[in-house]
């Protein structure tokens, strides 16, 4: 047996679940699901009917939330799916940082440093407004220990 000091433990947490078990046939269009591990927002879902052998089965088809990949599944009716808990929070752009990171002010005045610019156009619209002096909104989206900004909008009540 191997000795306890061998034993290395990097990161530990709560234990809560990153998801929560639903019934596939309670899962609606733009809700959440989890598709080949990653959390996704459905876009597409259909039911067959019962057939000579058993389950209504649902055809379920989702984007990643953070990838913005397609993802599709195939689930028994009656079988349980998990759907990730996804949390969504506007944070007010204070600073963009020569490296790429977003300075972010949260409603209680905490500030955090941790998110990259998102890549392709919203990326590029956010620094371009940023750069003209707007006061920018961002949505953050959290799910499963990620977190990546998916819109910006002018907050009007900040500008001058």
């Given at each position: ?16 679940s990153?998801?929560?078990?639903q019934?596939?046939?309670a ?33 379920l088809?989702?984007?990643d939330?953070?990838?913005s ?18 949390k ?29 610019i ?43």
């Amino acid at each position: 047996m191997a000795d306890i000091e061998d034993t290395h433990f990097e990161t530990g947490d709560s234990g809560a679940s990153v998801t929560y078990p639903q019934q596939c046939s309670a899962l609606r269009k733009n809700g959440f699901v989890m598709l080949k591990s990653r959390p996704c927002k459905i876009v597409e879902m259909s039911t067959s009917k019962t057939g000579k052998h058993g389950h209504a089965k649902v055809h379920l088809v989702g984007i990643d939330i953070f990838t913005s990949k397609k993802y599709e599944d195939i689930c028994p009716s009656t079988h349980n799916m998990d759907v990730p808990f996804v949390k969504r929070e506007d944070y007010q752009l204070t600073d963009i940082s020569d490296d790429g990171y977003l300075c972010l002010m949260a409603d209680n005045g905490e500030l955090r440093e941790d998110l990259k610019i998102p890549d392709g156009d919203l990326g590029t619209q956010l620094r371009a407004d940023y750069e003209s002096g707007k006061e920018l909104l961002c949505t953050v989206l959290k799910a499963c220990g990620e977190e990546v900004v998916i819109a910006v909008k002018n907050n009007t009540s900040l500008d001058k």
